[in-house]
């Protein structure tokens, strides 16, 4: 994503996503966020604007 102006700053967006799926990371629904925030976490130790799967 190219950076965006906000005001007289310059900014750019980034993203990072963990994602689980059902059933293969879990049958319930705390099992499945404890995952995708698991993922999440990687993404972001990772270097940040990437999506990561369980």
Known sequence: IEAQT???ERRRITA???V?????DGVYK???IKKADDALYHSK???KNRVTPA
């Open 6 to 8: 906000f005001g007289r």
């Open 16 to 18: 990072s996503f963990g």
């Open 20 to 24: 689980s799926s059902y059933p293969e």
């Open 30 to 32: 705390d099992d499945l």
């Open 45 to 47: 130790s990772a270097g």
